[in-house]
């Protein structure tokens, strides 16, 4: 009964997830340079987010944050300054004496609270995944739909984005794709770092239309 919804949920969800962002950037980030289990954590922590933006889109606070600029522009400013100050942080990094040592060395620092942690609050606190959410399930899915089958999509996207998240990182954490990132390690970095905080700013500077 549900089947045209769910589809049209999936196939704009995929679209989304699909593109690069910030989720995309810090997963990659993490992937490169500490390691598989880095980026696999971070990417399971960009796919838990998604159940933070289900929960309040459910509950209707999402309508409220868009409606009201003053919690817009916190949730805004938070994810922009997130997003600066691991940007920055990564355009710090500087060479080193061993590329393919130092990979492995931050592999091994790395824990898995962390890169957790990197995803679920790059994705938690993005203000075009509340709107993003909040117009997926108040144009996309029928307010009729029974709470428990949108509760059940909502379950469908967390764990479609940690999937594929998933295997960004594990594309991105070859040893071959590695080591090669590891002679020019301090340039991704800084590369990246230059990405991020981009993003932060045109998330900064975002607003709600």
Known sequence: MYWSEFLAVAAIHLLAVAS????FAVVVRESVTHGRRAGTWTALGVGSAIFLHVGYSL???????????????VLKWLAAAYLLYIGFK??????AAEGQAKVQAATQVRTPREAYVAGFMT????????????????????PHTPLIVQAAYGVYLAIA????????????S????????????????????????????????????
Not at 133 to 139: D, G, K, P, R
Request: aromatic content about 12%; proline content about 4%.
């Open 20 to 23: 690069p962002g910030p989720d």
């Open 59 to 73: 509950l209707g606070i999402g309508l409220i944050v868009s409606q009201s600029i003053v919690l817009f522009n």
């Open 123 to 142: 994705n938690g606190l993005n203000p075009k995944a509340t709107l993003f959410f909040l117009s997926l399930f108040t144009v996309v899915i029928n």
């Open 161 to 172: 984005t940690a999937a594929w998240f998933c295997m960004v990182a594990r594309l991105f």
């Open 174 to 209: 070859y040893d071959r794709v590695r080591a090669g990132f590891a002679r020019i390690g301090h340039w991704f970095d800084r590369v990246m770092g230059a990405v991020l905080i981009a993003l932060g700013v045109k998330i900064a500077l975002s607003e709600v239309h």
């Open 90 to 95: 990564a355009l710090r990094a500087g060479p």
